[in-house]
């Protein structure tokens, strides 16, 4: 299963094996977080990774992609970030908090498109 997860994506796993935390302990779940992520946001890239405990994701738009100009006119440049440092946190809850940034910022860039024309 980790072979799948690391071929729909980036995963990069940090050394935890210290303190205890297994990094794909929510197997089942950041598989759902992925389809979920691939629905809502085509053409998107994205990473996940947990290291000293805590699961980090982020996403960005594929340069080639049309929702990469949207977002550029409006001087976004990077990619949308989170970190999940509740003890209980997981990977794929990280995925889903910088899904939702992502689509909230492309909905209001589009309702303020929608508004000026």
């Given at each position: 299963?980790?072979?799948?997860?690391i071929?729909?994506?980036?995963?990069?796993v940090?050394?935890?094996?210290a303190?205890?935390?297994?990094?794909?302990?929510?197997?089942?779940?950041?598989?759902?977080?992925?389809?979920?992520?691939?629905?809502?946001?085509?053409?998107?890239?994205?990473?996940?990774?947990?290291?000293?405990?805590?699961?980090?994701?982020?996403?960005?738009?594929?340069?080639?992609?049309?929702?990469?100009?949207?977002?550029?006119?409006?001087?976004?440049?990077?990619?949308?970030?989170?970190?999940?440092i509740?003890?209980?946190?997981?990977c794929?809850?990280?995925?889903?908090?910088?899904?939702k940034?992502?689509?909230?910022?492309?909905?209001?860039?589009?309702?303020?498109?929608?508004?000026?024309a």
């Amino acid at each position: 299963m980790e072979e799948a997860l690391i071929a729909m994506g980036t995963v990069s796993v940090g050394p935890d094996a210290a303190d205890g935390i297994d990094a794909f302990n929510d197997l089942g779940d950041i598989a759902a977080a992925l389809a979920e992520f691939k629905v809502n946001l085509p053409g998107w890239g994205y990473v996940f990774s947990t290291r000293y405990g805590e699961r980090h994701a982020f996403c960005y738009p594929d340069i080639f992609g049309t929702d990469t100009d949207m977002l550029d006119s409006y001087g976004f440049n990077d990619a949308f970030r989170f970190s999940d440092i509740h003890p209980n946190g997981t990977c794929a809850r990280a995925l889903r908090v910088v899904m939702k940034q992502a689509l909230l910022a492309i909905e209001i860039i589009r309702s303020d498109v929608a508004k000026a024309a």
